[in-house]
């Protein structure tokens, strides 16, 4: 039994290392990644504490050496959904019922082993198996991980602090239940660290997980696992299953004791999910709790005011970091007619300095997108470009997937503000930009906010107040992140919580107590103290 009050270490963000030549850090994980690159390790399914291997393997490649296998992994079916499923089941009852400072050791544990032992193999596994530089993963897979990890039990513990008054005779209490059932986590490829937080955080709160992580992202999902479980996490806690979608959605989505989803992917999926849980509700034992991250199609847009250098900053490292694979990524841009020639200049300078290729090499800006399909979607979108008399593009537009799914940093400058690259979300390294009368000003800002269905992040550029406090007010539903003279990327656990509406998601702010608070069933008890014994009231005399 816990006997006492404990407060969570006060969490400080994980400093990010630099990498710069001649430090240990980096000699450290280039080794790691040199080594990692010539194995091929064997990947099994995580159910109930043991390693599932199904025999159907399913390769792991690095998407800028796609000829060359790191690894595979067992491909599942049904019934491992199902065994995934009455495992966590199994294990919810003492989870759930833990002291919620044990829960906070094992999660405190894990972020100090993916900041400390785990830093260059989680790393490195993020460079291999998503393409992502030294930096891009470090800001990833070691830093906002940890940060999630190490936050998430302080907003954990600020929750369960939150308790009712009471009056004289009274004492009222609220608990914060785990929800009845398993909670489903769907992860995408692109960020390691949300592939980590969001089974954890919904296990952190006494809920057990069934956890598909995307097929391109298994490779580094693993090592999360692994860390979980040298951590300590219990069997059953948080199972991970790799397999086809919607076999695995027949399992869990029909399943009377569903509890929840937590998802970051596509739009399309996201709706897709939510209808098949709005077909099924009636079987369910209680209404499901549903987050989603999903899409955006983020802009930048520059007043007159702004700074000509920091604008196509803001776009080269918001437009191109990661190859645009951000849903937060810069992808369309605005900006004033008088400023145009010289962010022109900035911009294609600094894109023309880029340098292209592996992630081993650390000179490398630019790698590879993550797979064919969507190296072929991206290509698609600039073939298109290429054939419209309403646009053309001023840099890059070349691909090539002879040996990775390289595709050049592609500019589109358009004349049409509607122009389907300044609508429609690429996930790609295409940035479209629209130049505007200077005296347009207002009128474009509610361009801005009519253009597309998602409202993820958005920045402002400008010098002058009144512009920022007008686009500020104009743009207030258009981005849940909504940056001023920065880039709308890189948000940071404790600082800026993340999400956004519309065709976005459902704005439950991972990095944040509203998240975790989706994630608890709060039960009220009030105890009389001294009960009546006589049913009649006063006035009754």
């Not at 919904?202 to 040298?230: C, H, T």
């Not at 509890?259 to 849980?277: D, Q």
């Amino acid at each position: 039994m816990s006997n006492g009050m404990f407060q969570i270490p006060s969490p400080i963000n994980e400093p990010i290392y630099s990498y710069a030549p001649g430090t240990e850090p980096r000699e450290k994980l280039i080794a790691t990644y040199q080594r990692m690159y010539n194995e091929v390790v064997d990947i099994p399914q995580f159910i109930n504490g043991q390693e599932v291997r199904t025999g159907d393997l399913r390769d792991c490649r690095p998407p800028h050496d796609h000829q060359h296998k790191i690894g595979h992994y067992h491909y599942g079916n049904a019934g491992h959904a199902q065994a995934a499923v009455d495992a966590a089941l199994s294990a919810h009852a003492a989870w759930s019922s833990m002291p919620w400072n044990e829960r906070a050791a094992i999660f405190l544990r894990a972020a100090d082993l993916v900041a400390g032992p785990y830093r260059a193999t989680i790393n490195a596994a993020t460079m291999l198996a998503q393409s992502k530089t030294a930096f891009q993963a470090e800001i990833d897979a070691a830093c906002e991980f940890a940060d999630f990890l190490r936050f998430n039990a302080h907003f954990m513990e600020k929750i369960y602090a939150e308790q009712p008054i009471s009056s004289p005779g009274i004492w009222n209490r609220m608990e914060y239940r785990a929800l009845e059932g398993f909670v489903v986590a769907i992860t995408p490829f692109n960020f390691t660290a949300i592939a980590g937080n969001l089974p954890a955080s919904a296990a952190l709160m006494g809920n057990v997980v069934v956890w598909k992580p995307a097929d391109s992202q298994i490779y580094s999902a693993w090592v999360v696992m692994e860390i979980f479980r040298q951590a300590g996490l219990p069997d059953g806690v948080i199972n991970m299953v790799y397999m086809d979608g919607p076999e695995f959605g027949e399992v869990v989505f029909k399943h009377p004791e569903f509890a929840g989803l937590h998802f970051t992917g596509s739009t399309a999926v996201f709706k897709h999910l939510w209808k098949e849980i709005g077909t099924n509700i009636h079987q369910y034992k209680a209404y499901p709790r549903i987050v989603g991250e999903t899409g955006g199609k983020d802009f930048v847009i520059a007043h007159p005011s702004a700074q000509a250098k920091q604008v196509a900053t803001g776009l080269t490292r918001g437009a191109f970091e990661f190859q645009g694979q951000k849903c937060s990524a810069a992808s369309r841009a605005y900006v004033p007619e008088s400023m145009w020639p010289e962010v022109k200049k900035y911009l294609l300078a600094d894109i023309a300095s880029f340098s292209m290729g592996s992630p081993g090499d650390l000179k490398n800006f630019i790698t590879a997108v993550i797979d064919e399909r969507a190296f072929d979607k991206i290509a698609g979108f600039i073939d298109y470009a290429k054939t419209q008399s309403d646009a053309e593009i001023i840099a890059g537009g070349g691909y090539d997937k002879s040996k990775g799914y390289f595709i050049e940093p592609t500019v589109i400058l358009t004349s049409n503000p509607a122009f389907r690259t300044m609508c429609e979300e690429i996930f790609g390294p295409v940035l479209t930009i629209y130049v505007y009368a200077d005296a347009d000003w207002s009128e474009t800002l509610a361009l801005v906010n009519a253009t597309s269905e998602y409202a993820l992040t958005g920045a402002v550029f400008a010098t002058d107040r009144h512009a920022v406090d007008e686009a500020t007010k104009a743009l207030a539903f258009a981005a849940g992140n909504f940056y001023v003279n920065d880039k709308p990327t890189g948000a940071v656990v404790g600082q800026q919580p993340f999400g956004g509406a519309r065709g976005s998601g459902t704005n439950d702010k991972a990095g944040s107590v509203l998240n975790l608070l989706r994630w608890a069933s709060p039960r009220t008890i009030k105890e009389t103290l001294d009960p009546p014994s006589d049913y009649r009231y006063p006035f009754m005399g």
